[in-house]
């Protein structure tokens, strides 16, 4: 068994700057030689594509609530290899934010705890002075047994300002502050309705990530940043779980849609299913190539298709091909949008779609945003009816027009003051919803998919 040296990337609060910090060093560390395996705490898809990127591997996503403590281990354990020589892990929201609110469950706390993994605090130090020490004292006291490793400080407005910031957090609480980044615009990764803009569109991201990386090479620790790495008390484990299903081997052949509008596909499913001895085969609806012939399953990822509608609605080699296809097709929020009749964007102008399930889909203002624990209504090649398994949801679009003749896929669970309700759609050879699912949550399920 190995201990593996890692660093958990938090901040007090959503808007720290963490995600780019996160970036910058992946690839900074990169550069010095050292072989990064990236991560992400909680259930985002956009924030990993960028440490990826930096890392030039994938990232995968440890989310507690989601995945289960079990499920988050195994999960540590698929991305760490003989290429690894330091984990960074970029956690979610605040330290110490949980899944529900009440508790640290699915938090970057919980993660680190976990996992045995030191935790460097991105502070955002507009502002700020003596006050800085206040809140890294705060932070670290909380939760005693949590391992405070470090603080980089961010958007500092000069070296002389870090300064005094560095001086009070160290003189105070005894943590090291190991760096900072200057306040910065061009340091600022674009957004927009469902977050950051995803590196699977346009842009000059290698340009970001490498401006990003030389920036904190230059006024960040990264040897000492390193040396709190070996802190971590994560082994890995010597065997570690596999997925390969037990009932028969499988020569499932996998289609994945893969561009600019389909971009939310869990990279630790992707892990999953080839660990399990499937084939993938990444194609382009959005480039209008028509599912793969020898593909068994479809998967289409969720994404952004309102913003390309017009040009998806034109691509009927696509269309046809997915009308045509008589494998599984299994389908997560902007996949089930394409299957739909239609698409009302945001300029409210209507876009044909596949057409393989009734009703329309329409962008609207308000965000439909939460973990979900579904129960399986039906028998398929995913679940066994009463199957039950814990996802998440994140749109800002609306399934209107929906017979109510039309097979539900799951009974979603009440909780958080919800009442439950039956979501998704599941008919003949689709199964699609909103719902997003990390195939590490169930591994029964990789083993079902491939052998049924």
Known sequence: MTTIPALLIAAPFSGSGKTTLTTGLIRALRLQGYGVAPFKV?????????????????????????????????TFAAN????????????????????????????????????????????DARGMAHSAAAMVKGYKDFIPELNLAGVILNRVGSARHASICQQSIEEMTGVPVV??????????IPERHLGLV??????????????????????????????????????QPSHQP???PTTKPTTKTIAIAKDAAFSFTYAANETALTEAGATLIPFSPLDNEPIPAQADIVLLSGGFPELYARKLSKCSAFFDSLRAFRGFVYAECGGLMVLTQGIIDQQDQYWPMAGLVSGMVRMTDKVTLGYREVTALHDSPLFEKGDTIRGHEFHYSKWMQRPDSLPHAYEV??????????????RNNIFASYIHLNFYARPALIERLLSS
């Open 42 to 74: 909680g259930p985002d898809y956009i924030d990993p594509s960028y440490h990826a990127m930096a890392a030039g591997r994938p990232c995968l996503n440890l989310d507690s609530w989601m995945l289960g403590e079990d499920g988050v281990k195994a």
């Open 80 to 123: 760490i290899d003989d290429r690894t020589d330091i984990a960074i892990i970029e956690g979610v929201m605040g330290l110490f934010d949980g899944a529900t609110g009440e508790g640290i469950t699915g938090s970057s706390a919980h993660i680190a705890l976990l996992l045995q993994i030191p935790v460097i605090l991105v502070i």
């Open 179 to 188: 760096g900072y980044m200057r306040r910065d615009a061009a340091l600022q």
């Open 198 to 235: 995803p590196t699977s569109e346009d842009g000059q991201w290698e340009s970001f990530i490498e401006s990003t990386a030389q920036r904190a090479a230059e006024t960040i620790n990264l040897d000492q940043l390193r040396t709190l790495a070996d802190q971590s008390h994560w082994t």
């Open 242 to 244: 596999s997925h390969q």
């Open 413 to 426: 669970q009440p909780r958080s003051g919800l009442a439950g309700w039956q979501a998704g759609v599941q």
